[in-house]
């Protein structure tokens, strides 16, 4: 059995209205293969992130369009737990791989 959660909450800071309907939270389910074919009908890498994330909280992508900075931040990094295993070890290994480039970027500048 995966130990992926089934769903997980972002509650917004700005609340977005998009049709006359007010979000202030949005519920993202686990990815499915249909949220990735939702990428393939926009352009844009962006976008394509943005249509991934709107089919997976079942909302217009306008809704994700509009989200101030800081929720879509929030978005991305919570719905990694959704994701699946694959793309939370590949975010792992990315921050891993920063902290290091990081670590030796300091190392140089105090030489």
């Known amino acids: 059995m995966s130990d992926t959660p ?8 700005e609340p ?31 976008r394509k992130h943005m249509a991934m994330l709107a089919s997976m909280a079942g909302v217009p992508l306008p809704v994700i369009e509009e989200l101030d900075g800081e ?8 719905t990694i737990a959704v994701m699946g295993k694959s793309v939370a070890k590949a975010v792992k290994d990315a921050e891993t791989a920063a902290a290091q480039a990081e670590a030796e970027t300091e190392e140089l500048s105090e030489e």
């Open 6 to 13: 089934k769903t997980v909450t972002v509650t917004l800071t």
């Open 16 to 46: 977005v209205t998009y049709q006359e309907q007010t979000y202030t939270s949005l519920t993202f389910r686990r990815r499915k293969a249909k949220d990735l074919v939702a990428m393939d009908l926009v352009k844009g890498e962006m």
């Open 71 to 78: 929720d879509y931040e929030a978005a991305s990094k919570e």
